[in-house]
């Protein structure tokens, strides 16, 4: 080793967070903030298991259930659909 290099330069840390490059977009972390009771936590979660907000927006209730839980889920999948389903 010489002087300087640190020991595991160069290896891929694997207690980093692996992220898509979705995150940071700074304006779709924002987005997701705005979906009522989705705090920070939870929408990293969502940012790490879906590759776009489009599959976001497309996820049903039981495919958010298993990753943010029964009543997020239900409120994401209200946040992206109420609009669609309303004044029908």
């Given amino acids: 080793m010489t002087k300087g290099q640190v020991q595991g330069e160069g290896r ?3 207690f980093r967070l692996r992220t898509s490059c979705w995150l940071s977009d700074s304006k779709t972390l ?7 009771g989705i705090g920070r936590v939870k929408a990293l979660t969502l940012i790490q298991n879906f590759s776009s907000m489009q599959e976001v ?7 958010l ?13 209200s946040f992206f659909h109420v609009h669609l389903t309303a004044g029908t």
């Fill in 65 to 77: 259930e298993p990753i943010v839980g029964q009543a997020s889920a239900q409120q994401i999948h």
């Fill in 57 to 63: 927006s497309n996820a049903s209730s039981a495919e």
């Fill in 30 to 36: 924002a987005l997701i903030l705005q979906i009522p």
């Fill in 12 to 14: 891929e840390n694997p």
